[in-house]
């Protein structure tokens, strides 16, 4: 059963642009939801969250949209670099839980 | 300060073999957490260990799986009698606080190849 999905695998945008990633969850006890970015041969490193109570937060580059109704999150990155080239997964918890539920993962390329 | 360290990077096992995973967190983090993310799929919750306790072991197959955080020492994680479904990317993560998801920190991974 996944709690958390990520429909595209694989997503490629031209430097300068916006790259979107998008992610939706089945579980309604989540209120808690982050996104880290995994490099090759490393771990993820946590980039943005977003509490139930809210449906924006920006950081630098980084927004992260959350829609409660429709049970989706979406993760803005404006202007996209290179160096944002990697895998994005999304991640989900009942707050103060700390068992995170993965996503499979989108992998970005940004196009040079 | 270093971050969150794993060995070995790879480990090859034969079936029936036993994998033993090391994670030693960062310095003063007293809560590990063991994720494994098996192919095409994402990272999934095993167990969360405190020091000396393990607190919530619910990911956790029920059987050949172990988990240990001792008082000194790494986090180990234990395979036994491997199989070739236990091929995957395991990943543990640390932190000082308990409750506060953003403030695990991964380290690189074990990559385990049962053959």
């Known amino acids: 059963d996944q709690q958390v999905k990520q429909n595209s695998p694989s997503l490629s945008v031209q430097e300068g642009r916006i790259s979107i990633l998008n992610c939706d969850y089945t579980?309604?006890?989540?209120?808690?939801f982050l996104w880290y970015k995994k490099y090759p041969a490393e771990g993820p490193t946590f980039l943005i969250s977003?509490?139930?109570?809210?449906d924006k937060n920006e950081d630098g580059r980084f927004t992260v949209f959350l829609n409660k109704s429709a049970k989706h999150l979406s993760l803005h990155i404006v202007p996209s670099q290179p160096g944002d080239s990697a895998v994005y997964f999304c991640a989900s918890d009942n707050f103060g839980n700390e068992k995170l539920t993965f996503g499979t993962g989108t992998r970005l390329t940004i196009i040079p | 300060n270093a971050g969150v360290m794993q060995n070995p990077r790879h480990l090859v096992r034969r079936r029936g073999q036993e994998a033993r995973l090391r994670c030693s967190p960062m310095k003063g983090h007293s809560h590990v957490y063991w994720y494994r993310q098996l192919p095409e799929e994402g990272l999934k919750f095993m167990v969360y260990?405190?020091?000396?306790?393990?607190?919530?072991e619910s990911g956790m197959p029920k059987e050949r799986f172990s988990a240990e955080f001792p008082k000194e020492g790494p986090s180990i994680l234990r395979i036994q009698q491997v199989v070739r479904g236990d091929s995957a990317a395991y990943f543990c993560?640390?932190?000082?606080?308990?409750?506060?998801?953003?403030?695990?920190?991964f380290g690189p991974g074990t990559r385990l190849t049962v053959l």
């Open positions: 579980n309604s006890m989540f209120d808690y």
């Open positions: 993560a640390s932190s000082n606080y308990r409750g506060r998801a953003d403030t695990q920190y």
């Open positions: 260990l405190q020091k000396e306790n393990i607190i919530d």
């Open positions: 977003i509490s139930s109570i809210k």
